[in-house]
């Protein structure tokens, strides 16, 4: 069967990397605390659960009002995670940070990013929805959220996505994006696109580092 991808457009392409420009998209997210692996799963399994029926949608109207029913979703590829900074306890002052959408908040964009404790995983949503005409989540750990189009440089790879494999990754992504004169400008993100069974020499891959347009 075949599965929806985001769509985008190569800029250049160059051995395994790219430059990419992805157009809107709207994800479904959520955030879990734990290493790489375990909060990969954990995410999976929340957002796949809203895809599969854990959500609701107006779907009948009667003179006494709304029923409301839940709607299954077209799985799509990738599934997305995304190192993300830790919040601050409450009361504790937040670190400024230069620029703005630096992520982690730590010695650059990429500087252990992979060894993070809290993650963002997102699928993509189904290009025929909207955010009028998505189903809401019930679980309020499941959030929906528009993303512009953006620019992002890609690293593919196959196999086995691991810490150790994946920061080094990271670093020859940046490194490579460093030496075409491009900036990195968000935490670098892991898009998988084969589920957990398929052979580990057929499994496609991805890093991703969003970057300044010129």
């Known amino acids: 069967m075949a599965i929806e991808e985001p769509e985008f457009v190569v800029e250049l392409k160059s051995d395994r990397f790219e430059i990419r420009q992805y157009r809107?998209?709207?994800?479904?997210?959520?955030?879990?605390?734990?290493?790489?692996d375990a909060a990969s799963s954990t995410g999976f399994r929340r957002i796949a659960a809203y895809i599969f029926g854990e959500n609701q949608i107006a779907s009948v109207r009667e003179a006494q009002g709304t029923v409301s029913t839940s709607e299954k979703i077209a799985m799509t590829a990738p599934v997305t995670v995304e190192p993300m900074p830790v919040p601050a306890r409450k009361g504790e002052p937040i670190a400024m940070t230069a620029p703005?959408?630096?992520?982690?908040?730590?010695?650059?964009?990429?500087?252990?990013?992979m060894d993070a404790n809290r993650w963002r995983i997102h699928f993509v949503m189904p290009r025929k929805f909207s955010m009028a005409t998505l189903p809401r989540p019930t679980n309020s750990?499941?959030?929906?959220?528009?993303?512009?189009?953006?620019?992002?440089?890609?690293?593919?790879?196959a196999g086995f996505a691991?810490?150790?494999?994946?920061?080094?990754?990271?670093?020859?992504?940046?490194?490579?994006?460093k030496g075409?004169?491009?900036?990195?400008?968000?935490?670098?993100?892991?898009?998988?696109?084969?589920?957990?069974?398929?052979?580990?020499?057929?499994r496609r891959n991805e890093i991703l580092l969003e970057i300044a347009t010129p």
């Not at 809107?24 to 790489?36: H, K, S």
């Not at 703005?100 to 990013?113: F, G, K, M, R």
């Not at 750990?141 to 790879?157: D, G, I, N």
């Open 24 to 36: 809107p998209i709207i994800v479904a997210e959520t955030f879990v605390d734990g290493d790489l």
């Open 100 to 113: 703005v959408t630096v992520e982690p908040q730590t010695q650059s964009v990429t500087s252990v990013a």
């Open 162 to 177: 691991g810490l150790t494999k994946s920061q080094g990754l990271v670093d020859e992504l940046a490194a490579w994006v």
């Open 180 to 202: 075409q004169g491009l900036r990195a400008v968000a935490a670098p993100q892991m898009a998988r696109y084969d589920p957990p069974w398929q052979l580990p020499f057929f």
């Open 141 to 157: 750990l499941v959030t929906l959220r528009e993303v512009p189009a953006k620019r992002y440089a890609v690293l593919s790879f």
